[in-house]
């Protein structure tokens, strides 16, 4: 099987070391950076272009762009990793959409081009009979989508309840275990490098809303935008409020929930009993599904970093290259 | 696609039910219970043998066997769902191969037959190019094989620990929430119908440790049984050593674990951390996958039931069906 990577941040090269250090029967014949790329049609060594980026910052030729990897590599999937961008989706959009009418699969990390454009890109991959696979943009290594697609086949799903958001669960979890104020917590998430110097796009639970609207669209194709999610932050939590939830053994965490027959999409800090599965600590993710036959089934793991998420990226393609390529 | 079916306990009743409530594109055309069946290559209503069942307490006619049912009828896929023996897996297992001969898939919630000879069984199904899935032999309805299969393809599984047996854990709940003692909660257990007049064989730790045999032999094939699981019960367990453990906010769970590389197999109550997400109240099952690339996942949800299990039996079919067989 053979793929083309866009994009050489901390995913890009979590899956070419994946791809270096096991025999998953995948070949790269196109990479490209924001700034460079590299074309071969017999097969680049990944471990020679980690070697590269490292050294001199580009992966390749700077002559060749990501849109010359998107329409002039020989590939059977496109692996899309460039950064996020929730109000265009591009560049991604674009090569997304560039490789469906490649006839190409396409695999990706970023959620801004499945937030805005799911439906439209699904409805192109169907049309030109390839897949359109973004485990890796929802829960960084947990399996949600697999999940959805095969373990719970069959299932009607009911509702669904995460914590989707790390930097805030770590915030929140250091609040409730240590009694430490926002702005402490925060602080200490910077320092540790789960926040941002710009927090917003975490703390006003925007990134949580992204990630709900990706669920919602995928499980029942109801159209939903950013707009539509009902969202309320945890930037103004007192630890006052976290000191009377645990009063009452409970805790308080940044849930996104959808009911789509309540017509509820929303994302705010609740207060949770602390048995519950979906309270999880530090930076971890949990989503829970609550279904007809299975009842509620919750999936508890890391929600980022470069192996975790190269794990969802090599799931999909392994995923595709069982059913639809061969191993060569 | 069609099904034979074999088995009219909570498990077989479950899943026609779901064949009559849902459009899943399956025709069951054999069902056999203990002491009747029936045939029918046109179809049979689930509806109307549930009702039959319901009021005499048979399927269908006494002269027609499940032996029969598994070798006379015209079926793509056998579900089999008959009662657990532990010893010598029948009769369950002689269904199983002589289902795997006529190159018909296997679908089974028996643990019997997996525990004892899944490697011959699966080699017998490779051999005449059909499926034999056992997604609802561990956990009920969380899908761990489908995980271990497609979410986390690619990954190496390192160690696997898990919360197995949901009556073990509702008694060790309620001595730890409510300071009673293991004879205490036992008898709430048994009223409750969470556990059975004889509780040796969950008390003592044989279901997880069978359950754990299933979940070694399916990732690493290592050909383990029974007798290689280093097994304790919870039976010896004081309240006082619950009391120790909350101490330290820990508490006591029945843990089996497997990590190869240590060579260690072994069911036994162990102290655990209370916010571990193993750490799950009441009857449910709870199952951390620890891999190379995702790192830690963990999987919850009800570890038996009607409809629970009936998920996984159909998450199993409808995989077959999307795979090898037509929708009709």
Redesign the interface.
């Known amino acids: 099987m053979k793929i083309a990577l866009l994009g050489m941040g901390s995913v890009g090269r979590g899956v070419l070391e ?1 791809i270096a250090a ?1 025999d ?1 029967g995948i070949t790269v014949t196109g990479i490209a950076d924001s700034k460079s790329g590299v074309i071969d049609p017999d097969g680049i060594n990944p471990a020679r272009i980690l070697k590269a980026k490292k050294k001199t910052g580009l992966c390749g030729n700077k002559k060749i762009s990501a849109a010359d990897v998107v329409s002039k590599a020989d590939y059977d999937a496109l692996v899309e990793v460039t950064p996020t961008n929730a109000t265009t989706g591009e560049p991604g959009l674009g090569y997304i959409r560039q490789a469906l009418k490649r006839k190409k699969h396409v695999v990706t990390s970023n959620k801004g081009p499945i937030a805005l454009a799911y439906k439209e890109l699904k409805t192109l991959a169907a049309k030109n009979g390839v897949e359109l696979r973004h ?1 890796a943009t929802v829960g960084g ?3 949600i989508f ?2 959805l697609e ?6 009607e799903i009911l509702a669904i309840f995460g914590v989707l958001n790390g930097t805030c669960n770590y915030i929140l979890t250091r609040m409730s275990d240590e009694g430490l104020t926002y702005e402490q917590a925060l602080l200490e998430a910077r320092e540790l490098g789960y926040a941002e110097a710009d927090p917003t796009y975490d703390v006003q639970g925007i990134d949580a809303a992204i990630k709900l609207v990706i669920l919602a669209n995928t499980i029942w194709g109801n159209g939903v935008s950013l707009k539509d999610v009902n969202r309320t932050g945890i930037d103004l939590l007192t630890p006052d409020a976290l000191r009377l939830a645990e009063e009452e053994d409970c805790t308080i965490r940044l849930i996104a929930e959808a009911i789509p027959k309540k017509g509820l999409l929303r994302v705010s800090p609740r207060i949770i009993e602390k ?1 519950h ?1 979906l ?3 530090g930076t ?1 993710n949990a989503i829970t599904l609550e ?12 929600g980022a ?1 470069s ?2 998420t ?3 990226i ?2 999909d ?3 595709i290259r069982d059913r639809y390529v061969k191993r060569p």
């Not at 095969?150 to 299932?155: D, K, S, W």
Request: proline share 5%.
């Open positions: 994946m096991k998953l485990e290594a947990i399996p697999h999940t095969h373990g719970l086949a069959g299932n048995n599965p309270v999880v600590d971890l279904t007809d036959m299975a009842k509620e089934i919750t999936l508890i793991g890391k970093g192996l975790e190269a794990s969802a090599i799931g393609l392994l995923f």
